[in-house]
């Protein structure tokens, strides 16, 4: 920054013919007032820098320009990219065991399913505070993004498009009872839903589970029309180590993350 402790401004445009200009009749839209040190600065320190994580609105494929506004020091602009894509699930049943009933079900028995998203960033901002320019995450919506037809294990058709349980980071998870009716050594499965509401998107990945004895089946996507499937090219769900409430993992949050870095800094 020119200044140490000034306050600069940020804004995004909407590039349309892709010019790098902003000149085909749009606005500019205000992200954020900045201080260096200020509560949104991330690096906490007056240096003549600041760092600040944007976290985008639902904005449409394209081209876009981002903007600093330095009030003693040169204005500059970027260049982003918006691709909106489906989601990656790659989901796992398990028995009330995680540790050893991967793949098995258990009749009458607790279970859960669990997959890991990755490809939309709001899944890791659940618990941001939203402010005017930077609005954060309607969690409700995210959980809404999500749903599991759970039907084939509980014998409940009202299971069909169930809620998630958790949502956090890269992991969504459901939980309920087995069917006492489940028929020993019978191939059952849960199909996972994801909507990325960025152009709403749709993915569907269904895992197996086997009653009474474990079976290793990848898990497979479905066509939009759901009257076939192929099998899946992710990786094995068995990189899923513990998909319960209070695990310890380290994930890579995947998203449009906006980082200022104000140099040229003046003495």
Sequence with gaps: MARNGSTV???????????????????????????????????????????????????????????VEDPYGPTRTTVFTVINAKLTLIPTIYGSDIKTDKGLVKPGDSFSVSTQVTGNCRLCHTTDNPTTQNPGVDEKKVNNSFSADLSQITGNSADTAAAPDYVHHQLV???????????????????????????????QMVAYAG????????????????????????????????????????????????VAYLMNRRR
């Design 9 to 67: 401004v940020l804004s995004y445009y909407a590039d349309l013919n892709k010019n790098g200009k902003d000149d085909d009749g749009g606005t500019w839209v205000k992200i954020a007032n900045v201080t260096d040190k200020g509560p949104t600065d991330a690096d906490n320190s007056t240096n003549g820098f600041i760092l600040f994580s944007w976290l985008t609105p639902q904005l449409s494929p394209g081209q876009y320009l981002l903007k």
């Design 173 to 203: 998870q459901w939980t309920g009872i087995a069917s006492k009716t489940l028929a020993n050594n019978q191939t059952v499965n849960v199909t996972v839903t994801g909507t990325n509401p960025a152009g709403n998107l749709t993915t």
């Design 211 to 258: 009653v009474n004895k474990a079976v290793n089946i990848p898990p497979t996507s479905t066509s939009e029309e759901g009257n076939q499937s192929t099998t899946s090219s992710a990786q094995s769900s068995s990189s899923i180590s513990n998909p319960l409430p209070g695990f310890e993992a380290v994930f890579v949050v995947v998203g449009l993350t906006f």
